[in-house]
T-cell receptor, first 118, second 110 residues
């Protein structure tokens, strides 16, 4: 069982470049989310989605776009990378029951993408 | 969501119980207490959660005080592989926005 798969594992960008971080899950989870983790800090929510076609902003959404065209995939786009976006990015998913968080509320995390913007 | 306060770090001897405290004095009646841990640079891993009763699973026990203003995560027999950052989070169960604070860095020593 692959779980939550993130690609790439490492990426170096120049300021102003664009790129997409990929996240895929094979557990048919409705809820997916993106976090960033800066050195010595906890995880901050960027964007999340509760199903295909539905996305919403988290705590730190500026500079990032997301879309959810399928249940499996939730890509994170950086349109114009900035050094402040240097961070480790984690994708997570969990199933929902009837459109609301149900009894299974464990977030399943990917292994992360380490992004450096020069 | 209610704010949580955790000690920044703690040490534990291998084979002994590790008791990780968390204060959440502003917790409301419909907020649950969740614990996750992050080993090295991996993605966080769910440990346990509870509302007001004590909970136990194969990984740990969660003790919540009667007034729910604090809780303790207990790792009954800590091993070197339990060295990680442990996050205590309180949130409303239907809240989709879940963020993690700085947590407690637990170092298990041989």
């Amino acid at each position: 069982n692959a779980g939550v798969t993130q690609t790439p594992k490492f990426q170096v960008l120049k300021t102003g470049q664009s790129m997409t971080l990929q996240c895929a899950q094979d557990m048919n989870h409705e809820y997916m989310s993106w976090y960033r983790q800066d050195p010595g800090m906890g995880l901050r929510l960027i964007h999340y989605s509760v199903g295909a076609g539905i996305t919403d902003q988290g705590e730190v959404p500026n500079g990032y776009n997301v879309s959810r065209s399928t249940t499996e995939d939730f890509p994170l786009r950086l349109l114009s990378a900035a050094p402040s976006q240097t961070s480790v990015y984690f994708c997570a998913s969990t199933p929902l029951a009837g459109g609301r968080p149900g009894s299974n509320e464990k977030l399943f995390f990917g292994s992360g993408t380490q992004l450096s913007v020069l | 969501d209610a704010k949580t306060t955790q000690p920044p770090s703690m040490d534990c001897a291998e084979g002994r119980a590790a008791n990780l405290p968390c204060n959440h004095s502003t917790i409301s009646g419909n907020e649950y207490v969740y614990w996750y841990r992050q080993i090295h640079s991996q993605g966080p891993q769910y440990i346990i959660h509870g509302l007001k009763n004590n909970e136990t699973n194969e990984m740990a026990s969660l003790i919540i005080t009667e007034d729910r203003k604090s809780s303790t995560l207990i790792l009954p027999h800590a091993t070197l592989r339990d060295t990680a950052v442990y996050y205590c989070i309180v949130r409303v169960r239907v809240d989709y926005k879940l963020s993690f604070g700085a947590g407690t860095t637990v170092t298990v020593r041989a």
